[in-house]
C-alpha cells in the first residue's frame, strides 16, 4: 500500500514525463553500479536529490522490467509497467499472432475493452489497427496511454452501462471487440511460492465475467481465455503453449482462424504452427513402437490428437493416453519424442529388479493422464530424481502403463 502522502496518480504522472524517464534510465544504471541491491541502489538515487517516493517509484520499474524479461515478456526500455499488470499480461509471440489474426479477418479498428499495461493494444497498432482501449484504473489508463501512444485510451469502466453502447456504434461489422478479462484478483489468495495472486477458474468470477462478454452485442468479439475455459458451441477457440505450457484459450465469436478448434505451438520465442483439431481417434496402437512421443498439451486441449497422430504415421497408446507411438523417427515442435529402453511390467518390485539389471538409478518422471504422483512412482521404484532416462507412466488400453524411455534429442 502506498504511503498516506503519496498520490499515486501524481507519481503516475511523473513516471511519464520527461523528468521520470530520466530518473528511471539513471536507476537502471545505479542498479547495474550496485550489483541489483536495492537498497544502494535507492540510497544512491535518493542523493541524486530525488524525493523517496519518486526515487522508489524509479526504482520499480527497474526491479518489474528485470521480472518482465525473466518471464519472456520483452518490454520496451520506456515501458511502464505494475506487477499485476505483469501477471496478466500476453505474451510478445502471443499477442502478435492474435493481432496478425484480427488484421487477417479484415478488422481496421479494434475496440480493447480491458487495456491494462497495453500488452495486446502495442501489439493490436503494432499490425497497423487502429484501437480505441478502455482502462477503469487511472493510474493504469496513464501507463497505457505512455506505453500506447498511438492508441486513444479512455480511462472508464467497461461495464459502466453508459460506456460502450456509444464505443460500439463507431465499429463496423468487420471490425473486433477484444477483451481480456481479470482472472486473478489483486486483494485476493496469492500462491506461496511465487507470491502471484491466485487464479480464478469460474467464468463467471471473471472481470468482466463471460456472460457480459458473450451478451456484447457486436458480430465479432475475441477474448483471451484462462487455458481451461471451454468455449460454447458457435465460438472458435485455439488453446496456445509457449514452451510447453498452455497460457490461454484464445475464443472468436466469427472464423478468425479457419477451425472450430486448434492448437497453436510457440517454442522458444516463435510460432511453430497451428494444429487444427480432428474427429477423435478410433485407431490405437497394438503395441509400444520403438519410440513414444509426449505430445504438447494444447494438442490434447484442442482435440488435435487424432489429426496430429494421422499427419505422422504414429498411433495413441490408447483412448485415454496424450502419448503416441510408432517405429519411425518423427520431428515436430508438438512433440518430445523419447526411444523406448523397456516396459515396465509387474509389481513395483519386479520393476526395481529389471531397473536394477539395467543399471538405473536415476530417472525423471512424467505422469499423463493419470492420478499419479511422480514423487511416488520414484518412491515405489527406489530411484533418485535426477537427468538421464525417464519414466513415462500414461494410460494404456486396459489399465497404467510404465515405460523406461531415454530423449531422442534434447528436451526443449
Same mark, same amino acid.
Given at each position: ?15 511519464? =514525463?520527461?523528468a ?9 544504471? $545505479?542498479?547495474?553500479?550496485? *550489483? ?31 521480472l518482465?524479461?525473466?518471464?519472456? #515478456?520483452?518490454?520496451?526500455?520506456? #515501458? ?20 496478425? $489474426?484480427?488484421?487477417? @479477418? ?24 487502429? %484501437? ?26 467497461a461495464?459502466?452501462p ?14 473486433? %471487440?477484444?477483451?481480456d478479462? !481479470? ?22 468470477r ?6 457480459? %462478454? ?5 458480430? &465479432? ?8 475455459? &471451454? ?16 497460457v ?17 505451438i510457440?517454442?522458444?520465442?516463435? $510460432?511453430?504452427?497451428?494444429?487444427? !483439431? *480432428?474427429v ?20 490434447s ?14 498411433r495413441?497408446?490408447?483412448?485415454? @493416453? ?14 518430445r ?11 513395483p ?7 536394477? =539389471? ?5 530417472a ?18 527406489? $530411484? ?14 486396459? !489399465?497404467t502403463? #510404465? ?10
Amino acid at each position: 500500500m502506498p504511503a498516506p502522502d503519496v498520490d499515486p496518480l501524481g507519481t503516475a504522472e511523473w513516471l511519464c =514525463s520527461p523528468a521520470g524517464d530520466e530518473a528511471r534510465v539513471r536507476a537502471a544504471a $545505479l542498479a547495474d553500479e550496485v *550489483g541489483g541491491d536495492p537498497l544502494r541502489a535507492a540510497a544512491r538515487l535518493r542523493g541524486t536529490g530525488l524525493p523517496p517516493d519518486q526515487a522508489s517509484a524509479a526504482l520499480d520499474q527497474v526491479v518489474l522490467h528485470r521480472l518482465a524479461r525473466e518471464r519472456g #515478456m520483452a518490454p520496451g526500455p520506456g #515501458m511502464l509497467l505494475t506487477r499485476d499488470g505483469l501477471e496478466a499480461a500476453t505474451g510478445p509471440v502471443v499477442a502478435r499472432h492474435r493481432a496478425d $489474426l484480427i488484421r487477417a @479477418s479484415g478488422a481496421r479498428r479494434v475496440l480493447d475493452l480491458t487495456g491494462g499495461l497495453g500488452f495486446d493494444t502495442r501489439a493490436l497498432t503494432d499490425a497497423g489497427l487502429e %484501437v480505441q482501449a478502455i482502462e477503469r484504473d487511472p493510474v493504469i489508463a496513464r501507463y497505457l496511454a505512455h506505453n500506447c501512444p498511438t492508441a486513444h485510451v479512455v480511462n472508464a469502466d467497461a461495464t459502466d452501462p453508459s460506456v460502450v453502447p456509444g464505443l460500439l456504434a463507431e465499429l463496423a461489422p468487420t471490425d473486433v %471487440v477484444f477483451v481480456d478479462p !481479470a482472472r486473478r484478483d489483486p486483494h485476493g489468495a496469492r500462491e506461496a511460492t511465487t507470491a502471484r495472486a491466485r487464479p480464478e477458474r469460474d467464468p463467471e468470477r471473471w472481470s468482466p465475467p463471460w456472460s457480459w %462478454v458473450a451478451a456484447i452485442p457486436h458480430p &465479432r468479439i475475441a477474448v483471451k481465455a484462462a487455458p481451461a475455459f &471451454r468455449p460454447p458451441e458457435g465460438w472458435q477457440a485455439q488453446w496456445v503453449s509457449v514452451d510447453r505450457t498452455v497460457v490461454e484459450c484464445a475464443t472468436y465469436s466469427w472464423d478468425a482462424t479457419g477451425h472450430s478448434r486448434s492448437a497453436a505451438i510457440v517454442l522458444r520465442g516463435t $510460432l511453430r504452427g497451428v494444429i487444427p !483439431a *480432428g474427429v477423435a481417434s478410433e485407431s490405437f496402437a497394438e503395441r509400444v513402437g520403438t519410440s513414444v512421443h509426449e505430445v504438447d498439451p494444447a494438442v490434447s486441449r484442442a482435440g488435435s490428437l487424432a489429426a496430429l497422430a494421422a499427419e505422422l504415421d504414429l498411433r495413441p497408446l490408447g483412448p485415454d @493416453s496424450s502419448w503416441l507411438t510408432g517405429d519411425h523417427d518423427v520431428s515436430h515442435p508438438a512433440l518430445r519424442s523419447f526411444r523406448v529402453i523397456a516396459e515396465l511390467d509387474g509389481p513395483p518390485r519386479e520393476r526395481r529388479r529389471r531397473l536394477s =539389471s539395467l543399471g538405473i538409478t536415476h530417472a525423471s518422471v512424467k505422469c499423463r493422464d493419470v492420478a499419479v504422483q511422480p514423487q511416488q512412482v520414484l518412491r515405489d521404484l527406489g $530411484l533418485l530424481e535426477g537427468s538421464g532416462p525417464v519414466i513415462a507412466v500414461t494410460r494404456s488400453r486396459e !489399465a497404467t502403463m #510404465m515405460l523406461l524411455a531415454e530423449p531422442i534429442q534434447p528436451v526443449s
